[in-house]
Protein backbone atom coordinates (compact mmCIF):
# COMPACT_ATOMS: atom_id res chain seq x y z
CA UNK A 1 0.00 0.00 0.00
CA UNK A 2 2.80 2.51 0.86
CA UNK A 3 4.08 1.97 -2.64
CA UNK A 4 1.14 3.03 -3.77
CA UNK A 5 0.53 5.93 -2.37
CA UNK A 6 4.04 7.07 -2.65
CA UNK A 7 3.68 6.57 -6.56
CA UNK A 8 0.47 8.42 -6.12
CA UNK A 9 2.55 11.42 -4.53
CA UNK A 10 5.14 11.67 -7.54
CA UNK A 11 2.24 12.84 -9.75
CA UNK A 12 1.30 16.08 -7.09
CA UNK A 13 4.03 18.12 -7.84
CA UNK A 14 3.34 17.59 -11.53
CA UNK A 15 -0.10 18.60 -11.29
CA UNK A 16 0.46 21.66 -8.57
CA UNK A 17 -1.26 19.49 -5.73
CA UNK A 18 -1.04 19.24 -2.62
CA UNK A 19 -4.22 16.88 -1.99
CA UNK A 20 -6.11 14.14 -3.65
CA UNK A 21 -9.72 12.81 -3.07
CA UNK A 22 -11.23 9.88 -4.14
CA UNK A 23 -14.41 7.79 -3.81
CA UNK A 24 -14.04 5.25 -6.80
CA UNK A 25 -14.41 1.85 -4.51
CA UNK A 26 -11.59 0.49 -6.32
CA UNK A 27 -9.49 3.31 -5.19
CA UNK A 28 -10.20 2.82 -1.75
CA UNK A 29 -9.32 -0.84 -2.39
CA UNK A 30 -6.07 -0.26 -4.13
CA UNK A 31 -4.78 2.54 -1.92
CA UNK A 32 -6.29 2.09 1.74
CA UNK A 33 -7.55 -1.89 1.47
CA UNK A 34 -10.68 -0.73 2.31
CA UNK A 35 -13.52 -3.14 0.34
CA UNK A 36 -16.60 -3.06 2.22
CA UNK A 37 -17.36 0.33 3.47
CA UNK A 38 -17.75 3.32 1.15
CA UNK A 39 -16.86 7.30 1.33
CA UNK A 40 -14.44 10.03 0.27
CA UNK A 41 -10.73 9.49 0.82
CA UNK A 42 -8.12 11.92 1.31
CA UNK A 43 -4.72 12.05 0.18
CA UNK A 44 -2.24 14.67 1.19
CA UNK A 45 1.53 15.00 -0.11
CA UNK A 46 2.71 15.11 3.56
CA UNK A 47 1.42 11.05 3.64
CA UNK A 48 -1.29 11.64 5.77
CA UNK A 49 -4.93 9.84 4.58
CA UNK A 50 -8.31 10.82 5.72
CA UNK A 51 -11.75 8.47 5.23
CA UNK A 52 -14.80 10.48 5.16
CA UNK A 53 -17.54 7.81 5.56
CA UNK A 54 -20.89 7.30 7.15
CA UNK A 55 -20.79 6.34 10.78
CA UNK A 56 -22.01 2.77 9.56
CA UNK A 57 -18.30 2.26 8.63
CA UNK A 58 -16.91 4.20 11.31
CA UNK A 59 -15.03 1.22 12.23
CA UNK A 60 -13.85 -0.01 8.44
CA UNK A 61 -11.20 -2.07 8.58
CA UNK A 62 -8.17 -1.00 6.46
CA UNK A 63 -4.30 -2.27 5.89
CA UNK A 64 -2.93 1.13 6.81
CA UNK A 65 -2.64 1.87 10.61
CA UNK A 66 -2.37 5.70 9.67
CA UNK A 67 -5.92 5.97 8.32
CA UNK A 68 -7.66 8.49 10.02
CA UNK A 69 -11.40 7.81 9.74
CA UNK A 70 -14.30 10.79 9.88
CA UNK A 71 -17.81 9.76 10.40
CA UNK A 72 -20.29 12.43 8.50
CA UNK A 73 -23.73 12.16 9.02
CA UNK A 74 -24.92 14.74 6.59
CA UNK A 75 -22.75 17.52 4.61
CA UNK A 76 -19.08 15.74 3.69
CA UNK A 77 -17.64 18.71 2.29
CA UNK A 78 -18.21 20.63 5.22
CA UNK A 79 -15.85 18.43 7.00
CA UNK A 80 -13.92 18.12 3.76
CA UNK A 81 -13.69 21.66 3.89
CA UNK A 82 -12.72 21.84 8.19
CA UNK A 83 -9.97 19.03 7.72
CA UNK A 84 -8.12 20.60 4.36
CA UNK A 85 -8.05 23.91 6.51
CA UNK A 86 -6.37 21.86 9.32
CA UNK A 87 -3.80 20.38 7.29
CA UNK A 88 -3.05 23.81 5.49
CA UNK A 89 -4.03 22.46 1.86
CA UNK A 90 -4.36 24.70 -0.92
CA UNK A 91 -5.17 22.84 -3.88
CA UNK A 92 -7.11 19.51 -4.04
CA UNK A 93 -7.66 17.71 -7.31
CA UNK A 94 -9.94 14.79 -7.90
CA UNK A 95 -11.06 12.85 -11.04
CA UNK A 96 -13.22 14.80 -13.12
CA UNK A 97 -14.49 11.43 -14.57
CA UNK A 98 -15.33 9.80 -11.72
CA UNK A 99 -17.54 12.88 -10.12
CA UNK A 100 -21.35 14.63 -10.85
CA UNK A 101 -21.47 18.07 -11.96
CA UNK A 102 -23.86 18.48 -8.72
CA UNK A 103 -21.25 17.09 -6.44
CA UNK A 104 -18.65 19.12 -8.15
CA UNK A 105 -20.08 22.78 -7.20
CA UNK A 106 -20.91 21.71 -3.31
CA UNK A 107 -17.21 20.66 -2.95
CA UNK A 108 -16.23 23.59 -4.85
CA UNK A 109 -18.28 26.05 -2.87
CA UNK A 110 -17.21 24.95 -0.10
CA UNK A 111 -13.82 24.57 -0.31
CA UNK A 112 -13.42 27.85 -2.34
CA UNK A 113 -15.09 29.68 1.14
CA UNK A 114 -12.01 28.47 2.64
CA UNK A 115 -9.51 29.66 -0.15
CA UNK A 116 -8.71 26.07 -1.07
CA UNK A 117 -8.97 25.00 -4.68
CA UNK A 118 -10.83 22.49 -5.66
CA UNK A 119 -9.23 20.92 -9.57
CA UNK A 120 -10.61 18.38 -11.99
CA UNK A 121 -7.87 16.39 -12.78
CA UNK A 122 -6.68 13.48 -14.87
CA UNK A 123 -7.22 10.33 -13.47
CA UNK A 124 -4.11 9.89 -10.93
CA UNK A 125 -5.08 6.80 -9.25
CA UNK A 126 -6.47 4.76 -11.90
CA UNK A 127 -3.30 5.33 -14.29
CA UNK A 128 -1.78 4.10 -11.10
CA UNK A 129 -3.26 1.11 -11.31
CA UNK A 130 -2.98 0.25 -14.85
CA UNK A 131 -0.01 -1.54 -14.39
CA UNK A 132 -0.33 -4.54 -11.97
CA UNK A 133 1.96 -6.43 -9.73
CA UNK A 134 3.11 -9.71 -9.35
CA UNK A 135 0.20 -9.88 -6.02
CA UNK A 136 -2.01 -8.38 -8.19
CA UNK A 137 -2.18 -10.57 -10.91
CA UNK A 138 -1.91 -13.73 -9.18
CA UNK A 139 -4.97 -12.28 -7.80
CA UNK A 140 -6.36 -12.09 -11.29
CA UNK A 141 -5.19 -15.15 -11.97
CA UNK A 142 -7.24 -16.62 -9.43
CA UNK A 143 -10.15 -15.18 -10.15
CA UNK A 144 -9.90 -16.41 -13.89
CA UNK A 145 -9.34 -20.19 -12.67
CA UNK A 146 -12.31 -19.73 -10.71
CA UNK A 147 -14.15 -18.35 -14.10
CA UNK A 148 -13.20 -21.13 -16.05
CA UNK A 149 -14.01 -24.01 -13.48
CA UNK A 150 -17.38 -21.81 -13.62
CA UNK A 151 -17.55 -22.81 -17.90
CA UNK A 152 -16.95 -26.77 -16.92
CA UNK A 153 -19.60 -26.75 -14.01
CA UNK A 154 -22.31 -25.15 -17.05
CA UNK A 155 -21.71 -28.38 -19.04
CA UNK A 156 -22.20 -30.52 -16.32
CA UNK A 157 -25.65 -29.04 -15.50
CA UNK A 158 -26.91 -27.86 -18.58
CA UNK A 159 -30.08 -29.30 -19.89
CA UNK A 160 -32.08 -28.08 -22.96
CA UNK A 161 -35.06 -27.63 -20.38
CA UNK A 162 -32.80 -24.88 -19.03
CA UNK A 163 -33.61 -20.86 -19.71
CA UNK A 164 -30.55 -18.37 -19.87
CA UNK A 165 -31.72 -16.89 -16.74
CA UNK A 166 -31.83 -20.44 -14.95
CA UNK A 167 -28.27 -21.19 -16.20
CA UNK A 168 -27.05 -17.75 -15.27
CA UNK A 169 -28.42 -17.78 -11.97
CA UNK A 170 -26.49 -21.20 -11.40
CA UNK A 171 -23.48 -19.74 -12.59
CA UNK A 172 -23.47 -16.39 -10.49
CA UNK A 173 -24.13 -18.76 -7.51
CA UNK A 174 -20.98 -21.05 -8.32
CA UNK A 175 -19.01 -18.02 -8.76
CA UNK A 176 -19.93 -16.28 -5.28
CA UNK A 177 -19.28 -20.19 -3.57
CA UNK A 178 -16.01 -20.28 -4.83
CA UNK A 179 -14.46 -16.89 -4.72
CA UNK A 180 -15.55 -13.61 -3.40
CA UNK A 181 -19.22 -13.32 -2.70
CA UNK A 182 -20.00 -11.28 -5.37
CA UNK A 183 -19.14 -11.41 -9.19
CA UNK A 184 -17.39 -8.83 -11.53
CA UNK A 185 -20.78 -8.44 -13.93
CA UNK A 186 -24.54 -10.05 -14.41
CA UNK A 187 -23.29 -13.81 -15.77
CA UNK A 188 -24.90 -12.95 -19.74
CA UNK A 189 -26.21 -16.70 -20.94
CA UNK A 190 -27.46 -15.55 -24.72
CA UNK A 191 -29.24 -18.55 -26.87
CA UNK A 192 -29.60 -18.19 -30.72
CA UNK A 193 -30.51 -15.11 -31.80
CA UNK A 194 -29.61 -13.53 -28.16
CA UNK A 195 -26.17 -13.54 -28.69
CA UNK A 196 -26.59 -10.66 -31.27
CA UNK A 197 -26.49 -8.23 -28.56
CA UNK A 198 -22.93 -8.41 -26.84
CA UNK A 199 -24.65 -6.90 -23.58
CA UNK A 200 -27.76 -9.28 -23.43
CA UNK A 201 -29.56 -10.18 -20.08
CA UNK A 202 -30.44 -13.53 -20.02
CA UNK A 203 -34.23 -14.08 -19.93
CA UNK A 204 -37.01 -16.97 -20.33
CA UNK A 205 -35.63 -18.03 -23.35
CA UNK A 206 -35.05 -21.95 -23.95
CA UNK A 207 -31.33 -22.86 -24.50
CA UNK A 208 -30.94 -24.36 -27.65
CA UNK A 209 -28.39 -26.05 -29.59
CA UNK A 210 -26.11 -23.06 -29.73
CA UNK A 211 -25.21 -20.38 -26.83
CA UNK A 212 -22.66 -17.94 -25.74
CA UNK A 213 -21.66 -17.69 -21.86
CA UNK A 214 -19.86 -14.20 -20.50
CA UNK A 215 -18.92 -14.21 -17.25
CA UNK A 216 -16.20 -13.17 -14.56
CA UNK A 217 -15.94 -13.81 -11.27
CA UNK A 218 -13.74 -11.73 -8.34
CA UNK A 219 -11.11 -12.43 -5.87
CA UNK A 220 -10.27 -10.52 -2.93
CA UNK A 221 -11.70 -7.61 -5.44
CA UNK A 222 -10.34 -8.64 -8.63
CA UNK A 223 -12.03 -9.00 -11.81
CA UNK A 224 -11.89 -11.85 -14.47
CA UNK A 225 -13.88 -11.90 -17.65
CA UNK A 226 -14.47 -14.96 -20.32
CA UNK A 227 -16.29 -15.58 -22.69
CA UNK A 228 -17.19 -18.95 -24.48
CA UNK A 229 -19.45 -20.29 -27.24
CA UNK A 230 -21.12 -23.73 -27.01
CA UNK A 231 -22.75 -25.88 -29.58
CA UNK A 232 -24.25 -29.28 -29.51
CA UNK A 233 -24.57 -30.99 -32.71
CA UNK A 234 -23.19 -29.88 -36.36
CA UNK A 235 -22.39 -26.79 -36.70
CA UNK A 236 -23.53 -25.16 -40.31
CA UNK A 237 -21.04 -23.66 -42.44
CA UNK A 238 -20.89 -20.43 -41.71
CA UNK A 239 -21.15 -20.99 -37.78
CA UNK A 240 -18.03 -23.13 -38.55
CA UNK A 241 -16.33 -20.03 -40.91
CA UNK A 242 -17.18 -17.28 -38.59
CA UNK A 243 -15.86 -19.32 -35.41
CA UNK A 244 -12.76 -20.06 -37.85
CA UNK A 245 -12.34 -16.35 -38.41
CA UNK A 246 -13.06 -15.02 -34.71
CA UNK A 247 -10.31 -17.64 -33.46
CA UNK A 248 -7.79 -16.86 -35.75
CA UNK A 249 -8.03 -12.75 -35.25
CA UNK A 250 -7.90 -13.89 -31.31
CA UNK A 251 -4.87 -15.75 -31.70
CA UNK A 252 -3.03 -13.65 -34.26
CA UNK A 253 -3.79 -10.20 -32.02
CA UNK A 254 -2.49 -11.71 -29.00
CA UNK A 255 0.98 -13.25 -30.54
CA UNK A 256 1.17 -9.73 -31.49
CA UNK A 257 1.27 -8.36 -28.03
CA UNK A 258 4.41 -6.78 -26.21
CA UNK A 259 4.84 -4.17 -24.23
CA UNK A 260 5.25 -0.64 -26.26
CA UNK A 261 2.90 -1.71 -28.78
CA UNK A 262 -0.04 0.71 -29.38
CA UNK A 263 -3.57 -0.57 -27.85
CA UNK A 264 -5.14 0.37 -31.64
CA UNK A 265 -2.48 -1.69 -33.09
CA UNK A 266 -3.62 -4.93 -31.65
CA UNK A 267 -7.33 -4.02 -32.08
CA UNK A 268 -5.81 -3.37 -36.40
CA UNK A 269 -4.54 -7.07 -36.07
CA UNK A 270 -7.92 -8.72 -35.53
CA UNK A 271 -10.06 -6.69 -37.47
CA UNK A 272 -8.09 -6.75 -40.63
CA UNK A 273 -7.93 -10.43 -40.54
CA UNK A 274 -12.17 -10.12 -40.04
CA UNK A 275 -12.40 -7.63 -42.72
CA UNK A 276 -10.62 -9.46 -45.03
CA UNK A 277 -12.75 -12.91 -44.60
CA UNK A 278 -15.37 -10.56 -45.91
CA UNK A 279 -17.44 -9.53 -41.93
CA UNK A 280 -15.60 -6.00 -40.85
CA UNK A 281 -18.79 -4.57 -41.12
CA UNK A 282 -20.31 -7.05 -38.14
CA UNK A 283 -16.89 -6.59 -35.93
CA UNK A 284 -18.92 -3.71 -33.91
CA UNK A 285 -16.81 -3.17 -30.75
CA UNK A 286 -13.11 -2.40 -29.64
CA UNK A 287 -10.96 -6.06 -29.24
CA UNK A 288 -10.81 -5.54 -25.41
CA UNK A 289 -9.97 -3.53 -22.38
CA UNK A 290 -7.41 -3.41 -19.41
CA UNK A 291 -9.31 -5.56 -16.26
CA UNK A 292 -8.45 -5.28 -12.69
CA UNK A 293 -10.15 -3.64 -9.62
CA UNK A 294 -12.68 -2.74 -11.81
CA UNK A 295 -14.50 -5.35 -14.58
CA UNK A 296 -13.35 -2.45 -17.29
CA UNK A 297 -10.90 -0.01 -17.10
CA UNK A 298 -7.58 1.29 -19.33
CA UNK A 299 -6.32 0.55 -21.57
CA UNK A 300 -9.12 -0.08 -23.63
CA UNK A 301 -8.42 -1.92 -26.99
CA UNK A 302 -9.70 0.07 -30.04
CA UNK A 303 -9.43 1.55 -33.45
CA UNK A 304 -8.51 5.13 -32.06
CA UNK A 305 -7.04 3.99 -28.67
CA UNK A 306 -3.54 5.39 -28.71
CA UNK A 307 -3.02 3.85 -25.36
CA UNK A 308 0.65 2.00 -25.24
CA UNK A 309 1.08 -1.34 -23.36
CA UNK A 310 3.77 -1.71 -21.03
CA UNK A 311 4.60 -4.57 -18.90
CA UNK A 312 2.27 -5.69 -15.97
CA UNK A 313 -0.91 -4.80 -18.25
CA UNK A 314 -3.82 -7.17 -17.81
CA UNK A 315 -5.94 -6.81 -20.70
CA UNK A 316 -9.07 -8.69 -22.86
CA UNK A 317 -8.97 -9.73 -26.16
CA UNK A 318 -12.65 -10.32 -27.83
CA UNK A 319 -13.17 -10.52 -31.08
CA UNK A 320 -17.22 -10.76 -32.13
CA UNK A 321 -18.60 -11.29 -35.31
CA UNK A 322 -22.57 -10.56 -34.94
CA UNK A 323 -23.82 -11.45 -38.35
CA UNK A 324 -27.00 -9.92 -39.89
CA UNK A 325 -29.94 -11.60 -38.38
CA UNK A 326 -28.93 -14.74 -37.40
CA UNK A 327 -25.83 -14.98 -34.28
CA UNK A 328 -23.11 -13.14 -32.29
CA UNK A 329 -19.92 -15.33 -31.99
CA UNK A 330 -17.29 -14.03 -29.32
CA UNK A 331 -14.15 -15.55 -27.76
CA UNK A 332 -12.71 -13.77 -24.86
CA UNK A 333 -9.72 -14.18 -22.80
CA UNK A 334 -7.33 -12.53 -20.13
CA UNK A 335 -3.36 -12.17 -21.20
CA UNK A 336 -1.30 -9.89 -19.16
CA UNK A 337 1.50 -7.62 -21.21
CA UNK A 338 5.53 -9.01 -20.87
CA UNK A 339 8.35 -7.01 -21.96
CA UNK A 340 8.70 -9.24 -25.21
CA UNK A 341 5.57 -10.81 -26.05
CA UNK A 342 2.29 -11.76 -23.32
CA UNK A 343 1.08 -14.70 -20.61
CA UNK A 344 -2.16 -16.01 -21.60
CA UNK A 345 -3.86 -16.36 -17.72
CA UNK A 346 -7.47 -18.17 -19.04
Known sequence: MKKRINGLLQTFKKNNLDGFITKNTANLNYLAGINEAEGWLLITADKKLVFFTSPI????????????????????????????KKLKLKKIGFSKQKISLAVYQKINETLNSKNIDFIPNKPL???LRVRKDKSEIKLIKKAAAVSLEAFDYSEEIFSQTMTEKDLAIEIERFLKIKSDNKIAFPAIVASGKNTLFAHYRPGETLINDFFLIDLGAIHCG???????????????????KIHKTIKKAHNTAISKIKEGKKASEIDKVARDIIEKSGFGKYFIHGLG??????????????????DILTEGMVVTIEPGIYYKNHFGIRLENMVVVKSNSCEVIS
Open 125 to 127: ITN
Open 57 to 84: YAKVKSELSCLQVIAVKSDFSKKLAYTA
Open 222 to 240: YCADLTRIFFWGKMPSLFQ
Open 289 to 306: HGIGLEVHEPPYLGPNQD
